[in-house]
């Protein structure tokens, strides 16, 4: 019981609610554990030191009262700092939200109060969650902890690290188009993008809404799998949260892989593919196979215009969610106006940073008179494609595998000043936002440079329970290694 | 699909007037190169035969989602107030816009 900080959060849950440990030990633990490793690392934003200490103290109180502990029992989570928590600073890692208090809890963070967990901390990310690597925080860049010199991904880079560093057992993120998935592989981790509308973003600032979606990271499906558990389920203050979504999930391995029908998609094993990650990801079907699957070559035609219909739709619901921030009622507002033209102009162009304004403007453009048809409703409709395809696909197989990212975790500043290179870093995460199904990324090995390498397999829509007893099956085989 | 190399500074200029973003001179000609690529790089979509093909908003299929009328109260309007760039008493302060 000594290394607190490498316990599982199942594990910690358990012997909180037995009393074998207290909340306090295990908080003060991984605020410990952040003194030392953030300094290096750098993924939060803010460390919540007393609020967590004064939470932990309530928990170990209930239970000194003889009351029953919720699911998450004195479990610490960084939460991403686009998600809300009352009276706590969230920025979304941009200057126009620098200093803003959430005025209330998002449904997610009232869900993790009621079952005892501990937010500790709010994580760094791309600016409004528009990145792949984490360099478009206005603040600082978070490091990916298995080698400082390269990008923890994005754009959920700072909760990847936080938990890959055990400065926290769980973390929540946000995926629009991969940003739990591809830091998760970038990080070796466990992340999920649940099937859309399975979670709740009421409180979680919107980007893009028919695609943003609210998941779990963790270092164990098991610990994903209880994360989403305590989070996931309809929300009457999310209209798109779907009427049908589950709140159970066990992360145990599936009983009987004989039969089950895995498609490797042609598309996603192209040129352009690190060599290392195909033979990794290969070797993780490869186990599934020798396990009784039966694995099976697909094609999803339209894979390769998923990248281009995502940077339509993206940056066009970004330019309608984005048009709130003006200066008036929240956030940075510019000095010396003369008009209210002026106002807005001028604090929306000091306060966003440049990735922010590229994609408004891109939407801006997507949807301006006389350009709608071509952009903005040529994209929906090979979206609706792009779906079919996975519609199509899944009739004759149960699960999709495939790499999560084309690359293992690069150098920061390789990337940066291209900004259709950084695009097609997503470009095999995207397609399950536009469709809106379950996928999650897994680590299936290290590369020579000992950097993660991530399997992501996806399942129909509403299949995320057993789309993770399948990761819990290939995660006993893969025996991924903790980071030190 | 227009083709993209054809935007030129003034197309910038004139979508981040709409889009209520002041841009420096610097930012504009980046914004421009960069934009050049960008839609040349989505301009394959414009390949793609889209004919019949029904446009996706919700992948859902989620129409209205209705509830009931009721107020609820927030109590937490100090809260709302106290995040703004000025106040003046419970009031969001704006300069003044109306001569």
Redesign the interface.
């Known amino acids: 019981m000594k290394n607190i900080i490498s316990l599982s959060a199942s594990k910690i849950a358990e012997e909180v609610s037995s009393g074998n440990l207290k909340a306090e030990e295990v908080v003060q633990a991984h605020l410990e554990r952040i003194k030392t490793e953030d300094p290096k690392v750098r993924a939060f934003i803010t460390v919540l030191e007393e609020n967590a200490l004064a939470a932990a103290r309530e928990i170990d109180s209930k239970r000194s009262h003889g009351k029953k502990l919720g699911k998450l029992a004195g479990v610490p989570v960084a939460v991403k700092d686009n998600i809300l928590v009352e009276?706590v600073e969230t920025t979304c890692a941009s200057k126009i939200l620098k200093?803003?208090?959430a005025?209330?809890d998002a449904t997610i963070t009232q869900k993790l109060k009621k079952e005892d967990a501990v937010i500790i901390g709010k994580t760094n990310l791309d600016e409004f969650a528009m990145g792949s690597s984490n360099e478009n925080s206005a603040f600082f860049k978070t490091k990916n902890p298995w080698n400082l010199e390269t990008v923890p991904g994005g754009s959920s880079g700072g909760s990847a690290a936080a938990v890959a560093a055990r400065m926290a057992p769980l973390s929540l993120a946000s995926d629009t188009g991969g940003s739990i998935r591809q830091p998760a592989s970038f990080c070796g981790l466990v992340g999920v993008k649940p099937t859309?509308?399975a979670v709740s973003r009421y409180g979680l600032i919107a980007f893009a809404s028919?695609l943003d979606q609210i998941g779990p990271m963790a270092r164990s499906v098991e610990d994903a799998a209880l994360l989403l558990s305590s989070i996931a389920g309809h929300d009457?203050k999310d209209?798109?949260s779907?009427p049908q979504a589950q709140n159970r999930f066990s992360g145990k391995p599936l009983e009987n892989v004989r039969g089950l029908k895995i498609g490797i998609p042609r598309e996603y094993f192209a040129e352009g593919l690190d060599p290392e990650v195909r033979k990794s990801v290969w070797n993780a079907v490869d186990y599934l196979k020798t396990l009784g699957a039966e694995v099976k070559d697909v094609t999803l035609p339209?894979t390769?215009?998923a990248?281009?219909?995502y940077?339509?739709i993206a940056p066009s619901e970004a330019?309608s969610n984005l048009?709130r921030f003006?200066?008036?009622?929240?956030?940075?507002?510019a000095q010396n106006?003369?008009?209210?033209?002026?106002?807005?102009?001028?604090s929306?162009?000091?306060g966003?940073g440049?990735e922010v304004?590229?994609r408004?403007?891109?939407g801006?453009?997507a949807l301006?008179s006389g350009?709608y048809d071509?952009?903005y409703?040529?994209?929906?409709?090979?979206?609706?494609?792009i779906?079919r395809d996975f519609e199509n696909v899944f009739k004759e197989v149960d699960f999709l595998a495939t790499p999560t990212a084309p690359s293992v975790a690069f150098k920061f500043g390789e990337k940066s000043a291209?900004?259709?290179a950084m695009?097609l870093s997503d470009i095999f995460t995207i397609p399950s936002n536009?469709?809106?199904n379950a996928s999650l990324s897994i680590p299936c090995g290290l590369n020579k440079d000992h950097l993660p390498i991530g399997l992501q397999l996806i399942a129909p829509?509403f299949e995320d329970e057993k789309l993770l007893a399948l990761a819990a099956t290939v995660e006993k085989a893969v025996n991924f290694p903790q980071l030190n | 699909m227009e083709k993209a190399s054809s935007i030129t500074e003034e197309d910038v200029r004139k979508i981040a007037s709409l889009a209520k973003l002041s841009l420096s001179p610097d930012e504009i000609s980046r914004y421009q190169s960069q934009f050049v690529k960008i839609l040349d790089s989505i301009a394959e979509l414009s390949r793609l035969n889209v004919e019949n093909v029904p446009p996706t908003s919700s992948v859902l299929g989620l129409k209205n989602a209705f509830r009931e009328d009721q107020a609820i109260p927030f109590e937490k309007n100090q809260a709302l107030i106290d995040n703004a760039p000025e106040k003046d008493g419970p009031f969001f302060k704006v300069p003044k816009i109306i001569e």
């Open positions: 009276g200093g803003f208090k005025p209330y859309y509308g028919s009457p209209s798109t779907a339209h390769s215009y990248v281009a219909t940077y339509i330019a048009a003006d200066g008036v009622r929240y956030g940075y507002r106006i003369k008009s209210l033209s002026e106002l807005y102009e001028k929306r162009g000091e966003f440049p304004k590229r408004i403007m891109l801006t453009y301006s350009y071509a952009y409703n040529r994209a929906q409709k090979a979206r609706t494609l779906a291209d900004p259709v695009y536009l469709a809106g829509a």
